[in-house]
């Protein structure tokens, strides 16, 4: 029902800061709640965080918790993740997500019925 497309990635320092958007269309986005995974070669899809249909709750990975920051903008259809202090263990495919369903675990990748392409987030040291 809804297509998603990341944007934002790119190359930084580490304790730099980078801003990934999520552009939603085909549907409106208020209906879902959203997530943000990433992803290296030869591992599982690991989550970052997840907001509720209306923005009012969040969840972190602990590794991100106190770095990064999910949010959305219903209005405008676009999920965001802001990433401060960046690390090289950063380094990833991050992906966005939507899930339409009420979720048993909201953190595991396969609950999510809709993903972005992927977005390169790359972490120098």
């Known amino acids: 029902q809804v297509q998603l497309v990341e944007s934002g990635g790119g190359s930084v320092q580490a304790g730099g800061s980078l801003r990934l958007s999520c552009a939603a269309s085909?549907?409106?986005?208020?209906?879902?709640?959203m997530g943000w995974f990433r992803q290296t070669p030869g591992k599982d899809r690991e989550f970052v965080a997840r907001?509720?249909?209306?923005?009012?709750?969040?969840y972190y990975a602990d590794s991100v918790k106190g770095r990064f920051t999910i949010s959305r903008d219903n209005a405008k259809n676009t999920l965001y993740l802001q990433m401060n202090s960046l690390k090289p263990e950063d380094t990833a495919v991050y992906y966005c997500?939507?899930?339409?369903?009420?979720?048993?675990?909201?953190?595991?990748?396969?609950?999510?019925?809709?993903w972005g392409q992927g977005a390169q987030v790359t972490v120098s040291s």
């Open positions: 997500a939507a899930d339409e369903k009420i979720t048993i675990a909201p953190m595991t990748a396969s609950s999510y019925d809709y």
């Open positions: 907001i509720s249909k209306s923005g009012g709750t969040t």
């Open positions: 085909g549907d409106t986005v208020s209906k879902y709640a």
